[in-house]
Nanobody
Framework: QVQLVESGGGLVQAGGSLRLSCAAS????????MGWFRQCPGKEREFVSA????????LYADSVKGRFTISRDNNKNTVYLQMNSLKPEDTAVYYC??????????????WGQGTQVTVSS
């Protein structure tokens, strides 16, 4: 069983930055592909970004490419999402997720409780 705990959400003005963190309980952490998803009120949860267990491969949704950066520190069992140039449409609850499958294969089995990100205009 893997427990994921997100942190770092909050209120920020448009154009600002936030860094989300997700700490995983599983050891070792490295075999897991990690992802970030988000959900706006009244909308389905959508993919934001993912990173392979080695950290060498990453994926981004088109809507965040060039603004968000995913990274991980396997020594700390933690994955990060650096969000720059935030827009009001980035407002959502952000979820961390983990899967034992390869990056791009989906099948996320473990989910955090979510952290709210609000971007004011």
């Amino acid at each position: 069983q893997v427990q994921l705990v997100e942190s770092g959400g909050g209120l920020v003005q448009a154009g600002g930055s936030l860094r989300l963190s997700c700490a995983a309980s599983k050891r070792p952490f490295s075999p897991l592909t990690m992802g970030w998803f988000r959900q706006c009120p009244g909308k389905e949860r959508e993919f934001v970004s993912a990173i392979s267990w080695s950290g060498r491969n990453t994926l981004y949704a088109d809507s965040v490419k060039g603004r968000f950066t995913i990274s991980r520190d396997n020594n700390k069992n933690t994955v990060y999402l650096q969000m720059n140039s935030l827009k009001p449409e980035d407002t959502a609850v952000y979820y961390c997720a983990a899967t034992r499958k390869a990056i791009g294969a989906g099948g996320y089995e473990y989910w955090g409780q979510g952290t709210q990100v609000t971007v004011s205009s």
